[in-house]
T-cell receptor, first 112, second 114 residues
């Protein structure tokens, strides 16, 4: 079963606008990560936030984590057409199987 | 560095055929894994390995075998291909430092089983 579930499934915005994607998960985690996938390509790691962190920034990316609500958000500011891609959250569990569990992703379309 | 290299990029099989998807990394990563990606779904873990000689099952292991004889290579074998195994397969690796650190992905193998 999917650990992380992204919301919305699809998002279409204009260039220059901000894009916000949300991720909810079910079990205790060690960290949460966001990945990007361009059409027909492999996934590329964007940012990792640990369970004891609440917010993290990387360039135009801002990630928040609320462990009490078991949720995270990814904000892309001042979006560009080149940001068009699918974005996935992935959770790393505290214990048990050492493996990331991926959500089903958000498809972001940035209109020029 | 080449990173994670997967071959082939595309493959068409007939039901019942067997084949091996190759994965190699040149980053000296201890951890390697195989995922499959189906339309509208996220990635699902097939098998993973935390080091040479050590493998374990993921979420969807049936119909697949793996082995890890070297740190660099982690091949995925389809024993008897079925149409349900039509998917895009990704190999990924990460360092052994810490638990569940970021993954480096290959570019994928698109497999069709007729």
């Amino acid at each position: 079963s999917q650990q992380g579930e992204e919301d919305p499934q699809a998002l279409s915005i204009q260039e220059g606008e901000n894009a916000t994607m949300n991720c909810s998960y079910k079990t205790s985690i060690n960290n949460l990560q966001w990945y990007r996938q361009n059409s027909g390509r492999g996934l590329v790691h964007l940012i990792l936030i640990r369970s004891n962190e609440r917010e993290k920034h990387s360039g135009r990316l801002r990630v928040t984590l609320d462990t009490s609500k078991k949720s995270s958000s990814l904000l892309i500011t001042a979006s560009r057409a080149a940001d068009t891609a699918s974005y996935f959250c992935a959770t790393g569990p505290d214990t048990g199987r050492r493996a990331l569990t991926f959500g089903s992703g958000t498809r972001l379309q940035v209109q020029p | 560095n080449a990173g994670v290299t997967q071959t082939p990029k595309f493959q068409v099989l007939k039901t019942g055929q067997s084949m091996t998807l190759q994965c190699a990394q040149d980053m000296n990563h201890e951890y390697m894994s195989w995922y499959r990606q189906d339309p509208g779904m996220g990635l699902r873990l097939i098998h993973y390995s935390v080091g040479a000689g050590i493998t374990d099952q993921g979420e969807v292991p049936n119909g697949y075998n793996v082995s890890r004889s070297t740190t660099e290579d982690f091949p995925l074998r389809l024993l008897s291909a079925a149409p349900s195994q039509t998917s895009v397969y990704f190999c990924a690796s990460s360092s052994s430092q810490g638990r569940n650190e970021k993954l480096f992905f290959g570019s994928g193998t698109q497999l069709s089983v007729l």
